[in-house]
């Protein structure tokens, strides 16, 4: 089911749900069989800088998260179908808060949010500053911000700051960026937002191979939230959905659904 959601500063976000399965036949599982689902649980996913929730690799993870729960997602501003300019997680917390509100309305007891990249540091600042979830995820998430030690990352700011990048960017990667910067203090870093989750549980997912955010990021974030919190530093792995295969997605949604069980009711 798509939707046209409006944030709270007037953005139109174009969303989707894909509504919880139903109850497996225990006949027909096996052991390559993803997890059993759960009808009262929703999770919000939230993509990374430059995607979309209709590109390939995003709709593979939302599919096989779909047969675990219930699957509301979106674009952030200024990607795909959704209106607005990227702020690059500013005020993309809107984006997610929306969504998240939408994924209540539709009557899931349970919700958790999912990000990747960007949209990962967009859900650990959401749970900080909004709350509303019952679990947080952040898979590949910077742990601060204006770091240019990596060359994937100096491409990232070359897009953001320069007018050629975001000419670039808006043409080739169909991705529309704010010329006007941020606002005067910086955003809420997402490791000085990670204390404030609890006493929502957190994951922390990262990667030793990652040429974004190296695993220092992901120890960050770990190291500066509080408990109930658990840290996921992966071998081989790389950077966020480019990486993210079907067992990560299903481990992913089978600690979402234990966690998110653990929370008292919003």
């Known amino acids: ?18 509504p919880a399965p139903a109850e497996p036949d225990p006949e027909e599982l096996t052991d390559a069989a993803p997890p059993p689902g759960r009808s009262d649980l929703a999770l919000v ?13 995003v709709w593979s993870i939302l599919r096989r998260f779909n047969h675990s729960a219930g699957v509301v997602t979106f674009d952030f501003r200024g990607h795909g179908r959704s209106g607005g300019l990227s702020t690059l997680g500013d005020k993309e917390v809107e984006d997610l808060d929306v969504a998240v509100r939408w994924a209540r309305e539709l009557g899931y007891a349970k919700v958790a949010a999912v990000g990747f990249s960007m949209g990962a540091s967009v859900v650990l600042r959401h749970a900080a500053l909004r709350r509303g979830v019952d679990a947080v995820v952040s898979v590949s998430s910077p742990g601060r ?8 990352m100096r491409r990232v700011h070359f897009a953001a700051e320069k007018r050629l990048g975001r000419a670039f960017t808006r043409h080739v990667l169909k ?12 955003p809420l870093p997402p490791a000085e937002a990670a204390p ?24 960050q974030l770990y190291d ?33 659904a234990t966690a998110a069980a653990t929370t008292a009711a919003p």
């Open 1 to 18: 089911m798509a939707a046209t959601l409006v944030t709270d500063d007037g953005v139109p976000i174009d969303a989707v749900h894909l």
């Open 45 to 57: 996913v939230a993509h990374g800088f430059t995607l979309s929730w209709q590109r390939p690799m």
């Open 145 to 152: 911000w204006y770091y240019r030690d990596t060359e994937a």
């Open 175 to 186: 991705t529309r960026i704010s010329p006007a910067g941020w606002p005067v203090p910086d």
């Open 196 to 219: 404030l989750i609890t006493p929502t549980p957190v994951l922390i997912v990262h990667g030793d191979r990652d040429i974004y955010f190296p695993p220092e990021h992901g120890q």
């Open 224 to 256: 500066a939230a509080r408990e109930p919190k658990e840290l996921w530093l992966l071998p081989g792995f790389g950077h966020a959905e480019r990486w993210t295969d079907d067992a990560l997605t299903d481990r992913i949604a089978g600690w979402a």
